[in-house]
Nanobody
Framework: QVQLNESGGGQVQPGESLRLSCAAS???????MGWFRQVPGQEREFVAA????????YYADSVKGRFTISKDNAENTMYLQMNGLKPEDTATYLC?????????WGRGTLVTVSS
């Protein structure tokens, strides 16, 4: 079974940067992996995704130009470089993939953007 483990969250000031990592372990077919974020009381929001074999990337409009998703196939690890962070980016960021029809989520890593 695939397991996803996020890291890299923390508290930063507006305008600063963070880099999140998502390591996949287990048998991973590697189609698409993505990042979502969630604020308590709100719906989970798509942030970015990447095709594991194609390298094609997709972004939410709210993060385009500020966030960059990337991957290291050899390490089965996905990254999210977040620049120009804003207070509205504050959320728990979750890693996601769909492994043979099964939705797989990580536990999340908290990002807080506050002055």
């Amino acid at each position: 079974q695939v397991q996803l483990n996020e890291s890299g969250g923390g508290q930063v000031q507006p305008g600063e940067s963070l880099r999140l990592s998502c390591a996949a372990s287990g048998t991973f077919s590697g189609v698409t992996m993505g990042w979502f974020r969630q604020v308590p009381g709100q719906e989970r929001e798509f942030v970015a995704a990447i095709g594991w074999n194609t390298g094609l990337t997709y972004y939410a409009d709210s993060v385009k130009g500020r966030f960059t998703i990337s991957k290291d196939n050899a390490e089965n690890t996905m990254y999210l470089q977040m620049n120009g962070l804003k207070p509205e980016d504050t959320a728990t960021y979750l890693c996601h993939t769909n492994e043979r029809g099964v939705e797989i989520w990580g536990r999340g890593t908290l990002v807080t953007v506050s002055s």
